[in-house]
């Protein structure tokens, strides 16, 4: 496997808007943590029993969950057992202008995981199946540290390109790319100025 940092490859349904997100970083790192007074980020098991080694939270109508009976949505938060919070409209503007702009122009996320890297903190290659209806794309919004995101394509082996996803790079995943397998490789030590050493990933789904 070589190491060299590709351009995302052209793909139809696939849309790479570097820094779409950059100038409204303030507020979505607040909306982040509004979120996560309600409903904290935790480690959660694999069916497998392993620890994910990314902390999660949710926002919006459900919440992915996984634990020792699987993955899936819960409309209730399993820490709390109320509802997830709310998803904030500065969450939900930013991926619809962004599905939009890449010609989702009818994506209405009703879920927004959030996925919290500490430096070391990896994402293993794999599909994101749980979702109801795979012809809506899936938007995903990078916030701190930079990665490197592992594009597997449409099988789990074989040759892994790779894209460097820097703060507020926003990528939209339709069409043939919203079933590649993908993964985010070990987070390098750093600083980001507003998160310190942490990286925040936002996807938004149409789960329902
Ligand atoms: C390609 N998150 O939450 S974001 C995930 O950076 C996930 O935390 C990674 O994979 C992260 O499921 C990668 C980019 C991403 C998200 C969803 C996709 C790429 C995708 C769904 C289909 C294809
Ligand atoms: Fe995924």
């Not at 490789?185 to 100025?193: D, E, V, Y």
Request: net charge positive.
């Amino acid at each position: 496997m070589n190491s060299d940092l590709f351009g995302p490859p052209e793909l139809p349904g696939l849309g790479y808007l570097p820094g779409f997100a950059l100038a409204d970083e303030a507020a979505l790192l607040a909306a982040v943590e509004a979120v996560s007074v309600t409903s904290p980020f935790r480690v959660m098991a694999t069916p497998g029993g392993a620890r994910m080694s990314a902390a999660i939270s949710n926002c919006g109508a459900a919440g992915w969950v996984s634990d020792r009976r699987g993955y899936r949505y819960e409309r209730c938060d399993p820490l709390t057992g109320k509802p997830w919070p709310d998803m904030p409209e500065v969450l939900a503007g930013l991926a619809k202008r962004a599905a939009a702009a890449c010609g989702f122009a009818a994506f209405a996320p009703d879920v927004c995981l959030m996925n919290r890297y500490a430096p070391g903190a990896k994402m293993g290659l794999h599909q994101d199946r749980d979702e109801r209806d795979f012809s809506a794309p899936i938007v995903s919004v990078s916030l701190g540290l930079p990665a490197v995101f592992l594009w597997g394509g449409a099988m789990r082996t074989g040759k892994t390109a790779r894209l460097a996803l820097q703060s507020g790079d926003v990528v939209v995943w339709g069409g043939a790319a919203r079933l590649f397998f993908h993964g985010i490789a070990p987070i390098k030590p750093g600083l980001h100025p507003r998160l310190g050493a942490v990286r925040l990933n936002l996807t938004f789904r149409q789960a329902l």
